[in-house]
C-alpha cells in the first residue's frame, strides 16, 4: 500500500504568496505531502515552478502530487497525481501513468467513490465540507453528517480506501471530523490566508494527528 499523510496542503492560485512560496512556507511547518494545485499557467511555466517545487519537497522529504496534468508524467520529479474530475476513467489512468505513481481523485457520493476506489484510486478527496472559496462549485456540502454516512456506507459494502474530507475546513471543525472515520484531511485556504501560515499548518498537524 502507497503512503497516504492524513494532513495533505494544497497550493492554491492566490495573490499573496506564490505556488513556490507556499510550498517552501509548508515545508518549513513540517508538511510532509504538498498538492500543487495549478490552473493558470502553461505546460512550461507548470514545468518550471514544478522542478523548483520538486527540489523544495526533495530536501524536506515531502511527496509531491501535482493536481490534474497527468500528461507532465515523467517530465519532472513528481510522485502522483490528483484527478479532480469526478468522472475521471481510473482504470485508464492507471495504465497511463503505471503502478507506482499515486493517484488520488475527488468523490462526493458513495456511488462515485465506490467506482474511483474499485478503478485504482490511492486515496479519495470527498466534499465540499462547507463552502468553500479555493475550489467554488455547486456541490451541496456535506458537513459532519455527510461524512459520518459515508464512512458507515463504506463500511458496509467492505470498501477500504483512505477518505480525506476536503472543502473550507477550519481548526475548530478537525476533532468532529476526525470522529467521523476518514483518515485525514485536505487544507488550503486556512492555511495560506492565516496571519500566521506557519502557525495554522502546525495547529492543524497537531489537530489530525492526536
Known sequence: MKYIEKLQYIT???????????????????????QYRCLSKTDAELLEDINIIAQICDDWGTTLIVTDHVHLNGKADIQGFHIEDMNADF??????VGKD??????????ENLVRIAKEGADYIAVGPFAGTRTKPNN????????????????????????????????????????????YGIAVSHAVNSADDFIGAYQDFYEAVKL
Open 139 to 182: 456541490l451541496p456540502a456535506m458537513g459532519l453528517n455527510g461524512y459520518s454516512d459515508l464512512m458507515d456506507g463504506l463500511e458496509d459494502l467492505n470498501i477500504q480506501v483512505p477518505v480525506l474530507a476536503v472543502g473550507g475546513i477550519t481548526i475548530h471543525d478537525v476533532d468532529a471530523l476526525m470522529q467521523t472515520g476518514v
Open 12 to 34: 492554491h492560485d492566490i495573490v499573496q504568496l506564490t505556488h513556490i512560496e507556499q510550498v517552501q512556507l509548508a515545508c518549513e511547518a513540517g508538511a510532509k505531502w504538498i
Open 101 to 110: 505513481i499515486t493517484l488520488g481523485g475527488s468523490a462526493n457520493t458513495v
Open 91 to 96: 482504470t485508464a489512468l492507471r495504465k497511463l
